[in-house]
């Protein structure tokens, strides 16, 4: 039978309809055609969706057809279904939220990770989908001029023959470490703080306090994922310091002092300290260099979330806000947030050999089947260590793509359009008499309020609903602290970072805020 | 000034160097043809990538460009750098782990899911990526004949108007539960063991035996990522029990029962139990509906863990191994490995109103800027209280792309062709003195070794390595347990399941073991 094997198999009965490569290209050009349709048309859509819940869920039939439809006619359903029915994330007037950065090379680069289909979990298995990653993220920590030992090197390159670049790319801030820690690329910021959760709370059960009740250090206004990833650790509230914050929103690094002081001498241990670039609210930044100095004397985990604001680092009059990060442990950004990178693509970096080892302790697991000789020999980097999915797909790809397309001075126009827009509607704002900054400008976001509003934003609230309901641009809201203790009050967000937002598009939305306004005082009577 | 708002604006100096509809159109068919031609010789090359260490890595420059570069440069390195690295995952030879399929209807849903760019973290910021998903999910879960109570509306379509569909689904299993659970889509299987552990704990905790550790119960079989799981949740190793496996290795039921009854009589509260559906090491199908009962009785959150075997379920006759999972809570598979949708695609279902709420409030934190008219008056989902990450894409759609492009019958005829394939396989090796079958075959699942090999398997694995060496197919391992209580054995795995696997392809494989076989007793003198 050895030359024979297998034969004779029943001859295949139904072979499953797969698309040929030809029948893919073409529908592929028809798709693509579309997608160039959809952003050539894309200013004429309302921004947020105008949808009543249920309609899409009711439009589809109630069961998978029992056998193949055309692609026609699923492109058609997206036409006439999916596509009324999105809030236009990448419209050039979205301005709510913080934006979610897509681009053209970007697209294609997931592209290619998709047609490819390989699956990183291993070096093995698939040795370029490791190796572009890494060196994309070394390629990352530099433009952001993080130090030395947030690559997997522990060396920036000298650039000496490459003046230009150089001059660019700025002096990255000096290692206070001198070994390797490197970078990964992760879902989302919410997976990066349990991520780094993971790796502190990996540190303290080693330690010899280990006995001491873990404390995490948060200040009102971090983002909700920390609280959520200290759920799911399983840790409870008390274990929670939540720091107030000063007059600029950002976390007091005195409070934070008195808070882990009472802590250790209650015999608690302070464990793990998130430090907020950028936070959600109103962009605020807490004191990065002196928090840092008080993590490193106290052996706390230092966490640096810089989910929207990191992308803003490639510019080097930005890394101001980001001196300290020398001595964090983690720090993470979303260039699926502002740099071009299509969702989803977060960047998660370790300072240091001890920091990424505790990151593979608290996430290395590996049963026999996962064996190989390449891991064994410790060569190579298994990320899958490195974070909670085991699968990976190939997403190094679309960042590689767009820093090639853009180059780092593309990149640095981009962030700069943004604040320079920002800087120009605060400046509006402020002259305007019939409103007041509800917060200070943070890069390209500006937070404002009709003036003398009550704290509950009866006014502010009803101009932004108009806004959204004129469907011309999509903003959102927040509630921020009173600094001096009074009432919490209302304020708008305006969130600019579209790809394609351009200055026209801060103007148009400016307009139809005023025009918004006019006939509020009987709208407000109304409501 | 307010109808001129914002003039003048400085005039921007830079603009970043954004892609054209048009060069994107250009770009795009460049990059379809080059994936048409991956596809079109994918079989010329070594299935598993042929990469020293670092090679990558150095050959891609040191630092990013200061400028752009034109796509066509972009595409090259990936023909020359990215492409000979790999391993190839679609090869229609890659035996190895499990396989992780795409095709090209998912591929096209995954490129526009890309393009749309948009964020379906909440109802509100577009309608359509939740509602396709929860419908698409809907759809599922009648596929696979789960119970009604793991749909959103808790009801499956009656189909009396479409007999055909109807018979071609078969009857779905009784739901034992009332009420509606519903479905989400998460990225990985080690995300919902995850996910289902954190809701697990969170109805634990509201419990009145809160104050009694919680023990979680695995097998020796079970996926690693529930120890990691379980890690992060931050309990040790003394909360697990691994309960033994039968001749199968299947979780023994009444070993469980002991278990549990010996926790129970320590204070100690069975919580969370993982049965697994199709196990990674061999394909053991943990006795479900025994499990089933027992965690019914003792309130013990039963999580099914059906990764790889559950996409087998939309085939009516392999149901038999479903059943019991009336009782489940929760229950995930992943399309991305079996049902020809991409990574990463895991549907995780909840059964029923009480689980859904124990998730729901695991994973709910609702920060002001999130809020939203439609989700503060209920009648929407907001995915984000589903998972650990708080920003989501449009994932639904790839999956929504390939059920539509194959249909119902599509999808059994591809699990039946891997199964009837991998049963051809098993008699070939079954007839052949000089091997032996290492498990019962599993769906398309075959494990084997050479006849009367040693337990840690010396001439198995130097065959192994000269198939993978030789490139015409990748086949990867695991060790099994003896049932008898004696050295546990290497096993060779033929995991069959690739989209393009065709029956010419196992022949293949199996003509080069046979050639790999011959000059073993040399070859491993020499090893």
């Not at 499953?16 to 055609?33: C, E, G, K, Y």
């Not at 004191?287 to 100095?293: K, R, V």
């Not at 997403?395 to 767009?402: M, S, T």
């Not at 981009?414 to 120009?424: P, Y």
Request: proline share 7%; net charge negative; with cysteine.
């Amino acid at each position: 039978m050895s030359d024979e094997p297998l034969r004779p198999l029943p001859s295949t009965p139904d072979e499953p309809n797969h698309m040929s490569t030809a029948a893919f290209r073409d529908a592929a050009h028809q798709l693509v055609d579309f997608i160039c349709d959809y952003y050539d048309t894309i200013e004429a859509r309302p921004v947020r969706a105008r949808t009543e819940p249920g309609a899409v869920y009711d439009a589809l039939p109630d069961a998978p057809p029992a056998h193949p439809e055309p692609f026609d006619r699923v492109l058609d359903d997206v036409r006439e279904t999916v596509a009324p029915n999105l809030t236009h994330w990448q419209h050039p007037s979205f301005f709510a939220y913080f934006p979610a950065n897509g681009s053209f090379p970007s697209v294609l680069g997931d592209l290619l990770s998709s047609a490819l289909g390989v699956q990183g979990m291993l070096w093995q298995t698939s040795p370029a989908c490791t190796e572009v990653e890494t060196r994309v993220l070394d390629w990352l920590a530099l433009m952001l001029g993080l130090p030395a030992s947030f690559t997997s090197t522990g060396a920036h390159p000298s650039l000496q023959s490459e003046p230009e670049l150089r001059e660019l790319l700025g002096e990255p801030l000096p290692a206070v470490r001198d070994s390797p820690g490197g970078g990964v690329i992760l879902s989302t910021a919410s997976e990066a703080v349990l991520t780094a959760l993971s790796a502190a709370l990996e540190r303290h059960r080693r330690s010899s306090e280990s006995v001491q009740q873990p404390i995490i250090y948060v200040s009102s206004q971090s983002h909700s994922s920390v609280r959520k990833a200290v759920n799911i650790v399983g840790l409870v509230p008390e274990n929670i310091r939540e720091i107030p914050t000063d007059e600029r929103h950002a976390m007091d690094p005195a409070a934070l002092r008195r808070a882990i002081d009472e802590d250790e001498s209650n015999a608690c241990r302070p464990v793990f300290v998130c430090a907020t670039l950028g936070t959600t609210g109103s962009g605020a930044f807490d004191p990065l260099a002196e928090i840092a100095e008080l993590c490193e004397r106290r052996r706390a985990w230092l966490h640096v979330d810089a989910a929207w604001a990191g992308s803003a680092f490639v510019c080097p009059e930005q890394r101001g806000l980001l001196r300290g990060v020398q001595s964090a442990d983690s720090f993470s950004f979303n260039p699926h947030k502002w740099l071009l990178t299509n969702f989803d693509c977060s960047a998660f970096f370790l300072n240091g050999a001890a920091a990424r080892e505790h990151l593979l302790r608290a996430m290395s697991i590996t049963p026999e089947y996962l064996r190989n000789a390449a891991s064994d020999a410790g060569g190579v980097i298994d990320y899958r260590d490195w974070h909670i999915p085991l699968g990976r797909r190939f997403r190094a790809l679309k960042l590689w793509f767009v820093l090639r397309h853009y180059g780092v001075k593309g990149l640095q126009d981009h962030i700069r359009t943004h604040c320079r827009q920002a800087a120009s509607l605060e400046r509006v704002i402020d002259a305007d008499d019939r409103f007041e900054l509800a917060a200070p400008r943070s890069m390209s976001l500006v937070l404002f309020r009709v003036a003398d509003d009550d704290p509950a934003g009866t006014h502010s609230r009803a101009l932004m609903d108009r806004v959204n309901d004129s469907g011309r641009a999509f903003l959102t809201h927040t509630v921020l602290p009173d600094p001096d203790g009074g009432e919490a009050r209302f304020a708008i967000r305006v969130a600019i970072g579209g790809a394609l937002t351009r200055d026209e598009h801060v103007r148009t939305l400016w307009q139809t805020v005023l025009e918004s306004l006019e006939p509020l005082p009987t709208a407000t009577k109304d409501s």
